[in-house]
């Protein structure tokens, strides 16, 4: 059974850096996409990144380009992402994601193509 762990939020100013992990365990993740999405009190989920487990390939969306970093460690099952410069508008439960993928590219980004979800971390900016 396939099993998605967040951990790494908390609270923080406005400018700061946080580092998200999600560890990943019950199966083989060659051929998937890992990836995070959010969602915002009273909004829509949103993706945020996508990272090819085999290849290493990235995907960001406009919002975080620049500022977040999503990684992986293939020894530790573990995928990472690295959030920088955070904007009060950034504050969400982030969702650890993954995908069963034939070829990685072009990457999924709509959440309906990933099969399995983390509990969710809750991130917080303050102004």
């Known amino acids: 059974q396939v099993q998605l762990v967040e ?19 019950g199966r083989t993740f060659s051929n998937y996409a890992m990836g995070w999405f959010r969602q915002a009190p009273g909004k829509e989920r949103e993706f945020v990144a996508t990272i090819s ?4 390939n990235t995907y960001y969306a406009d919002s975080v380009k620049g500022r977040f970093t999503i990684s992986r460690d293939n020894a530790k099952n573990t995928v990472y992402l690295q959030m920088n410069s955070l904007k009060p508008e950034d ?8 995908a069963y993928i034939l070829v990685s590219i072009p990457l999924p980004r709509n959440g309906k193509k990933y099969d399995y979800w ?3 971390t809750q991130v917080t900016v303050s102004s």
Do not use: D, E, K, N
Request: hydrophobic share 40%; glycine share 24%; charged share 5%.
């Open 118 to 120: 983390g509990q969710g």
């Open 7 to 25: 951990s790494g939020g908390g609270l923080v100013q406005a400018g700061g850096s946080l580092r998200l992990s999600c560890a990943a365990s």
């Open 91 to 98: 504050t969400a439960v982030y969702y650890c994601v993954a």
């Open 53 to 56: 487990w085999s290849v290493g």
